[in-house]
């Protein structure tokens, strides 16, 4: 195909003015004026080449008033319209083009609009120089479009442009080569008919919107992006043995009474597969798969895994979400739905989200393959995976992460969790992590574990450590525990009850394969317990720091601490943070190294904050390792400075230290509420004093309220008594 400059050449003829009256004369300069602007608006000139036809108006194709041609020094009026044996032929983005006859062409651009009218046949012939159609604009077909004679021609839809089948209108490619580009679309608009064969670039689409009671013919083939909308269907509509599709597969609608049926052996979706409405139904022969590299997101409608006695796979790579609709298996035999994704423990958005609140019914086996991880709820919504209108099974063979409502009895496990199949327990020969800075994982139902239970503890209380809750029986015979304690540094002698059962498979007391346990800095034992629970002993520190104190010593805050022995300490960090609870290193004290002698450490801070001091030692060993120990606090206030009520520490075992700065000496009243909101301790508070200590011996341990109130109103902090 040829290709010529930009350059638009406006030339007038050279017709003396004045051997016409002067009247005749400007209104002929006038017209001219006019088809002149016309040229320059409809962005005409892409070529000047002898022969080359463009726009300049919109009309039928054999109306010669709307095209010009170049005659090689100017734009003139053709006595012709163009055809195959003329130049380049374009249809400027403002004007529509309708085919009423058979018409033979090539090099034909199309940045407006042509209409190929019903009966009527557009002929792409074959041009050697490249392409002969290039669809940037719209052509929406009613007749025939097709290549001319044997000799191969080529059709682009370029990015943006769309190709449109209505009611008769068909594409025939057995002498045409027809190329969808990224971006552009295809769009059968029309019952039955055939879709026209192509090569789909991955970001192409095929919609198909136009469909009543008749198959489309062709889908054999691998498209980029397949979208489905026919509300108007009346019956199911068989779309073949599609290829596969590189892009998304979406299903917008099917109408009220029909599906979507695939009956090829299986269909591979590049990116992710959407069901908005209607259905979709696997209806091949038996071993059918659906593979999804992207995400799986239905939002109302049906699914269908099989019918009659076939057994067929659902593959998802990405997050699962069912919103809304039923997912059905009416086979009299197992499909799975399987999660194949590619987990890195570096990247947690490779974990697999599975959200659902709609339904499954029939006998559906779930699993996870090996490499994988799937994730069930989250801490802000808590999430329930509602399984039961399955009867299949579940099977891990990956990791499975989970993060539901904390509870601490099994009797507070109500609609939270995983809701099983009814045909038999979780069983994980894989991972198990509960979830990440600590989870709980709920099964109600049975659970079998002969993998790795990966569990973080930060601390005693139930919130600060992963947790397993299986509201029926249990099996840990096959388990391997790995407790990571991180930073946390846990009392010789502390116990965790890291599963929790209504019953233990064997009896009770039941016992794990093997326990371990790991901190950053320190090394302890781990014994098992029996039924789910472990005790944590030797704890072996890089020093034993037996007294950390500190007071203000005039405008500076002085530190103490003392240790009775050191391994391989290599410095003492102290770091300090205010109301917000955000420590920064200040100072660094040499450490001893390896003794077991008694030694004692003084830092001075002489730049304190304004209000509530805390501290924290941070000790480092001399291969790198980290420890950090307890907190500490020293008043610090200045009138002049105004804070926000502050909690310490939260989760707190025998009391609590709240903290804040006021603007002038004032009474303050101190009130801890239930989460009832009833009023359970009052302390007024007086002068400038901005901390104060509260105990919270007689309390049971849960979430409670800690109010101040004073000339500026009311703060409220949420705090937990373990």
Not at 179 to 188: A, I, K, M, N, R
Not at 562 to 586: M, P
Request: with cysteine; hydrophobic share 35%.
């Amino acid at each position: 195909m040829k290709r010529q400059s930009l350059l638009t050449t406006i030339t007038l003829r050279t017709t003396p003015l004045f051997s016409h009256p002067p009247a005749i004369s400007y209104r002929w300069l006038f017209g001219l004026l006019i088809f002149s602007l016309s040229l320059t608006s409809g962005n005409l000139a892409k070529a000047q080449a002898v022969g080359d036809h463009q726009t300049v108006s919109s009309g039928t194709w054999n109306d010669a008033s709307i095209w010009v041609e170049w005659t090689g020094s100017e734009w003139m009026t053709p006595s012709n319209s163009p055809s195959r044996n003329d130049g380049e032929i374009l249809i400027n983005s403002a004007h529509t083009v309708q085919v009423t006859s058979n018409v033979i062409v090539d090099q034909v651009i199309v940045e407006g609009a042509v209409i190929v009218s019903s009966g009527s046949i557009w002929n792409i012939s074959n041009d050697a120089s490249g392409t002969d159609l290039i669809i940037k604009g719209k052509v929406q077909n009613l007749g025939t479009i097709r290549g001319h004679s044997s000799s191969i021609s080529q059709a682009e839809v370029d990015n943006g442009g769309i190709l449109i089948n209505e009611s008769s209108g068909v594409v025939i490619t057995g002498n045409l080569i027809l190329t969808f580009l990224d971006g552009s679309t295809y769009e059968h608009n029309r019952d039955g008919g055939t879709i026209p064969s192509a090569t789909w670039n991955p970001t192409s689409t095929c919609l198909i919107d136009g469909i009543i009671t008749d198959n489309p013919a062709n889908t054999a083939q691998t498209f980029g992006n397949f979208e489905w909308n026919c509300p108007n269907m009346l019956l199911s509509i068989s779309i073949g043995t599609i290829q596969g599709v590189q892009g998304d597969f979406t299903v917008v609608s099917t109408g009220l009474v029909g599906a979507l049926q695939y009956t090829g052996s299986t269909l591979s979706v590049d990116q992710n597969f959407y069901l908005n409405s209607g259905g979709f139904q696997l209806t091949g022969a038996s071993g059918q798969k659906l593979s999804i590299a992207g995400d799986f997101d239905m939002s109302l409608g049906t699914f269908v895994l099989a019918t009659g006695t076939s057994s067929n796979t659902m593959n998802v790579g990405g997050d699962f979400t069912l919103t809304a609709g039923i997912i059905s298996q009416l086979s009299s035999v197992a499909s799975t739905i399987s999660f194949n994704g590619v987990y890195n423990p570096d990247d947690p958005a490779t974990k697999q989200a599975f959200t659902i609140l709609g339904l499954f019914s029939g006998q559906i086996n779930f699993e996870t393959v090996a490499g994988s991880a799937l994730n069930f709820g989250n801490l802000a919504t808590g999430g329930t995976v509602d399984l039961s209108g399955s009867t299949g099974t579940f099977t891990n063979h990956g990791s499975l992460f989970g993060s539901f409502f904390p509870v601490e009895f099994l009797s507070d496990v109500i609609n939270i969790g995983i809701i099983l199949p009814t045909g038999g327990p979780l069983v994980s020969d894989g991972i198990m992590e509960p979830g990440n800075s600590v989870g709980t994982f709920v099964v109600n139902g049975d659970l079998t574990i002969t993998g790795t239970l990966s569990m973080e503890i930060e601390g005693s209380h139930y919130t600060e450590h992963d947790r397993i809750i299986v509201t029926g029986e249990v099996d840990i015979s096959g388990a391997t525990l790995e407790a990571d304690f991180g930073t946390y540094v846990p009392a010789d002698m502390e116990t965790y009850q890291l599963v929790a059962a209504s019953t233990y498979a064997g009896g009770s007391p039941a016992y794990f394969a093997g326990v371990s346990g790991s901190g950053t800095g320190f090394t302890l034992d781990v014994l098992d317990e029996g039924d789910g629970k472990i005790k944590v002993t030797n704890i072996v520190l890089p020093i034993d720091l037996i007294s950390f104190s500190g007071e203000r010593t005039g405008q500076n805050v002085t530190l103490n601490w003392r240790t009775t022995q050191e391994i391989n300490n290599d410095y003492i960090a102290v770091e300090r943070a205010g109301h917000n609870l955000q420590f920064e290193e200040i100072g660094r004290v040499s450490g001893a190294g390896t003794t077991t002698e008694i030694q004692d450490y003084r830092f001075v801070d002489r730049t304190p904050i304004s209000g509530v001091n805390y501290y924290r030692l941070r000790q480092v060993d001399t291969d790198g390792k980290v420890e950090y120990h307890e907190v500490i606090y020293v008043d610090f206030a200045d009138a002049s400075v105004s804070h926000a009520l502050k909690v310490f520490p939260n989760p707190a075992p025998e009391s609590i230290r709240a903290s804040w700065a006021r603007g002038t000496k004032e009474n303050a009243t101190l009130r801890i509420i239930n989460s009832s909101g009833q009023l359970l301790r009052s302390y007024a508070i007086y002068g400038d004093q901005a901390t104060f200590e509260l105990p919270l011996e007689g309390l049971t341990s849960g979430v409670y309220i800690l109010q101040l109130e004073r000339q500026g109103g009311l703060e409220n902090v949420r705090f937990i008594k373990q």
